[in-house]
């Protein structure tokens, strides 16, 4: 089978460093353009922001040059809170990513979150209501709308990939720090949440940028759920319980059983170990 041609647009960011090393580790990074702001160290990278230049179409220009050839453009780019970023770049750029799939024929896999659902419980699968309530996960949702409508229009393949919790780019390991404390509920037990390895999110980001006829969305995460405070323990970081207040929701956990039509799914890829093992490799 043909490997595909893939453009990665933000592949600096905690996400993008991770799928380099990755895919350049199991040898399939040959066929990558991987998209800078500023010059990189290692082949195959391309300096230019999508949306900045002397005007935007300059920018543009640059991205179409870099997707030339390419059968995939996995958008990884956008802005996130607590960087004093414009979050309506996250449309800007998914827009930039499909007019340049559109120019090229590429399909697009924008990197939506679970934050579209919100803060409902239970087990959310695509077709569940949609009710961000933080400003960031309301950016994703005009995101994967605006990114559908002009997918449609202009015949281009669009994916919105609602990716879970990142082990180490998330609220909980990645903003520990001592004195951390965490809702506990008056069973025992702490919130479950959806979370995914960052080796599994690699592996999984090129099994799908590889797959031919993507549906308009998918959850990306590993089976099940965590617990929270089960995850602080596994890495041996302490925390302090708190009593959950009535509005805590117990369970937040995303299905999986579209994204498993795509790509290996195992039921340790939500342990609490093999998350802190991943998590501990990728930042080595």
Same mark, same amino acid.
Do not use: E, K, Y
């Given at each position: 089978m043909k490997i595909l041609k893939v453009l990665v647009l933000g592949a600096t960011g905690r996400i993008g460093?991770?799928?380099?090393?990755?895919?350049? =580790?199991?040898?399939? %990074? /040959?066929?990558?353009?991987?998209q800078a702001r500023r010059p990189q160290a290692g082949p195959g990278w391309h300096v230019f922001d999508p949306l900045s230049g002397q005007e935007v179409a300059a920018g543009s220009k640059a991205l179409m040059q870099a997707a030339q050839g390419c059968d995939r453009i996995?958008?990884?780019?956008?802005?996130?809170?607590?960087? =004093?970023?414009?979050? %309506? /770049?996250?449309?800007?750029l998914a827009r930039a990513a499909i007019l340049a799939g559109a120019e090229v024929g590429a399909g697009v896999l924008l990197c939506s979150s679970v934050a579209v659902y919100g803060a409902q419980d239970g087990v959310l699968d695509e077709a569940s209501a949609l009710r961000p309530v933080a400003p960031y996960g309301q950016a994703k949702l005009e995101m994967e709308q605006a990114g559908q409508a002009l997918g449609q229009q202009l015949g281009v393949a669009v994916t919105a990939l609602r990716i879970a919790n990142v082990a180490g780019c998330d609220a909980i390991l990645g903003g520990w720090a001592p004195g951390f404390a965490?809702?506990?509920?008056?069973?025992?037990?702490?919130?479950?949440r959806s979370y995914i390895g960052p080796q599994t999110l690699a592996r999984v980001l090129w099994d799908l940028t590889q797959a031919r006829d993507l549906p308009p969305v998918l959850n990306v995460a590993a089976p099940g759920a965590v617990e929270m405070g089960a995850l602080l323990d596994a890495a041996g970081l302490a925390w302090t319980p708190r009593p959950a207040p009535p509005e805590a929701i117990a369970r937040v956990e995303v299905a999986t059983g579209a994204l498993s039509a795509f790509t290996r799914l195992e039921a340790r890829d939500s342990l609490p170990e093999h998350l802190i093992a991943q998590w501990r490799s990728s930042a080595a």
């Open positions: 460093s991770v799928l380099r090393r990755s895919w350049m =580790q199991g040898n399939t %990074a /040959d066929g990558v353009i991987w996995l958008c990884l780019a956008g802005a996130i809170p607590g960087r =004093q970023q414009d979050l %309506a /770049d996250n449309t800007r965490l809702d506990r509920f008056a069973d025992g037990t702490t919130p479950r």
